[in-house]
């Protein structure tokens, strides 16, 4: 009995020592959670937020408030770790450094915003950073390449605008507004149209896509702007080997240059007849 009364002794200063080097360690440590949202859902959809925790200490929590409205489904931690109380839900944690919940989105369109904490085991606070702010919409509306990138500056005298609309009912009309003068665009493709500005010259230009559907919503894009800087074309460029003359692979090169819409129709016609000229 002597023998396990020590054993039990020594087995409590270690137990004591370990939970030390864990609180100090989780004082010190950059305690942090982020959250991943996304971009917009539809009204009623359910959709998957995703939490990132560490350094919280042996056990934590994390404390979601969602925006009035949204429903809380449920999550890949055991319902045990979970609590809701009105649009407070509480996640416990005990070891785990990620988890998902799933959340039904109101029947309202707008903007709403999720906040929420990491407490510690020593039950400090700190803010869940990452995604805030989600977009529920009926029509959404996302640029793909090849639309160039918000604040893009470009060398060529065309934009190809390109986006991919999702939305609950039939789309009846999507229209490109570049610059304040509306376009029709054109379905290339499932859910994609497409809108080509051609010969423009160098300046700044502003674009937005707008689409309606069949039920009368209107969806609208984010506001970019694009930036046309054509340097301009001189032809004797191609004159690579320095000769006074343009050969026939200094042509070539022009042509494929055109193909590959580095430069323009105009421009590799002014190469080639430098090259019959010689």
């Known amino acids: 009995m002597e023998i396990n009364r020590k054993w039990l002794s020594v087995s409590m200063v270690f137990l004591a020592i370990a939970m030390a080097i864990l609180a100090t360690t989780s004082s010190v440590a950059a305690q942090s959670a982020t959250r991943t949202l996304p971009d917009s859902v539809a009204p009623g959809e359910t959709f998957e937020v995703r939490i990132e925790a560490t350094d919280y200490g042996m056990a934590g929590q994390v404390i ?6 949204f429903s809380y489904v449920n999550s890949s ?11 407070t839900v509480k996640f416990t944690l005990f070891g785990e450094t990620s988890f998902t919940y799933n959340v039904t989105a109101p029947s309202v369109e707008g903007t709403f915003t999720f906040s929420g904490i990491l407490k510690d085991f020593q039950k400090n606070e700190y803010k869940v950073e990452g995604d805030t702010e989600i977009a529920v919409k009926s029509i959404s509306i996302t640029f793909i390449p090849p639309t160039p990138e918000n604040g893009t500056e470009i060398t060529v005298d065309y934009v190809n605008v390109t986006v991919f609309v999702e939305a609950l009912n039939p789309i009846s009309t999507v229209w490109l507004n570049w610059n304040g003068v509306n376009r029709t665009m054109y379905i290339i493709d499932i859910n994609t149209w497409s809108y080509e500005m051609t010969n423009l010259t160098n300046g700044e230009y502003s674009y937005v896509v707008y689409a309606n559907d069949t039920a009368g919503n209107l969806g609208v894009s984010e506001s970019r702007v694009v930036t046309v800087n054509v340097p301009e074309f001189d032809p004797w460029s191609y004159d690579t080997n320095g000769d006074g003359k343009i050969d026939k692979d200094e042509a070539i090169a022009a042509v494929l240059d055109y193909f590959a819409g580095k430069i323009t129709k105009e421009q590799v016609i002014e190469v080639i007849l430098l090259y019959f000229s010689a």
């Open 77 to 87: 931690l055991s319902p045990s770790q979970v609590t809701q109380e009105d649009q």
């Open 64 to 69: 979601e408030t969602l925006p009035e409205g």
